[in-house]
């Protein structure tokens, strides 16, 4: 159950989490375009073409109202990540890291990435270990709130 407050106005609405093998070109989109699903979240650039062609409605992105503008207090982050095993040499996964964040800054790479909304922003894998132990500390409470139980 999820307590939704827009303006004056507080609802209470019964969500259920659908776990689908990914968004695009995944089921979950086709459920959602074919009346299946009565809304999805998912990751902006899995959506934008179908949105551009009316086939759905983008409710929160940067082209229209965020969920906070439209009284929801939710915000969240995604990104891009890559990860390697365990066990890995440091100054492997530095050179790696190096290489990567040179790859998505050439100029066709950051302009395929901004067609699709997305910002380009390289971290270490330091920051991004940082990032994580926020977004879990974040996340905790209304996951735990919500009895949400991972089933």
């Known amino acids: 159950m999820v307590t ?9 609405v019964d969500m259920h989490n659908m776990l689908y093998k990914g968004g695009a070109p995944g089921l979950a989109i086709n459920d959602l375009i074919g009346g299946h699903l009565p809304m ?13 062609g009316g086939r759905l409605r983008i409710i929160a992105t940067p ?10 207090p939710m ?36 302009d395929r990435f901004i067609k699709y909304g997305l910002i380009i922003a390289p971290s270490s894998p330091q920051q991004l270990a940082a990032f994580q132990a926020e977004e879990l500390k974040k996340w905790a409470a209304p996951i735990k709130a919500s009895g949400y139980t991972g089933e």
């Open 4 to 12: 939704v407050t827009y303006g004056n106005a507080c609802k209470r």
């Open 40 to 52: 999805l979240i998912n990751s902006l650039p899995d959506m934008l073409e179908q949105h551009r």
């Open 63 to 72: 082209e229209v109202p965020t969920l906070t503008e439209l009284g929801i």
């Open 75 to 110: 915000t969240a982050d995604i990104g891009i990540d890559i990860y390697a095993p365990a066990g890995v040499p440091s100054d492997v996964v530095e050179r790696l890291n190096a290489a990567l964040a040179q790859a998505v800054n050439t100029p066709e790479t950051r």
